[in-house]
Nanobody
Framework: QVQLVESGGGLVQAGESLRLSCATS????????MAWYRQVPGKQRELVAS???????DYADSVKGRFTISRDNAKNAVNLQMSSLKPEDTGVYYCNIRINRNREYWGQGTQVTVSS
């Protein structure tokens, strides 16, 4: 069973920054693509940022230039640095790892609230 342990959510004001972290086991870290999604009530979970095993990154248009996804090899973690936060960034953020087309795992979710 793959475990993803998220941390770093919280309440901030618009314009401030937060960093989310998602730790997993050393045996699979860096082997499979990982991503951050977010979900707000009444809407589907949406992809925010992703990073491949080779280190290529991709971002939702709404966060380009403000969010950065990266790997922390010392901690077996994927981080999401969020800057210039907006109220519309509010939601529950989930870490994801995709082992193959039929097998993926999710973290427990961490709440991010941005006040205006």
């Amino acid at each position: 069973q793959v475990q993803l342990v998220e941390s770093g959510g919280g309440l901030v004001q618009a314009g401030e920054s937060l960093r989310l972290s998602c730790a997993t086991s050393r045996s699979i870290f860096g082997v499979y693509p990982m991503a951050w999604y977010r979900q707000v009530p009444g809407k589907q979970r949406e992809l925010v940022a992703s990073i491949t095993s080779g280190g290529s990154t991709d971002y939702a248009d709404s966060v380009k230039g403000r969010f950065t996804i990266s790997r922390d090899n010392a901690k077996n973690a994927v981080n999401l640095q969020m800057s210039s936060l907006k109220p519309e960034d509010t939601g529950v953020y989930y870490c994801n790892i995709r082992i193959n087309r039929n097998r993926e795992y999710w973290g427990q979710g961490t709440q991010v609230t941005v006040s205006s």
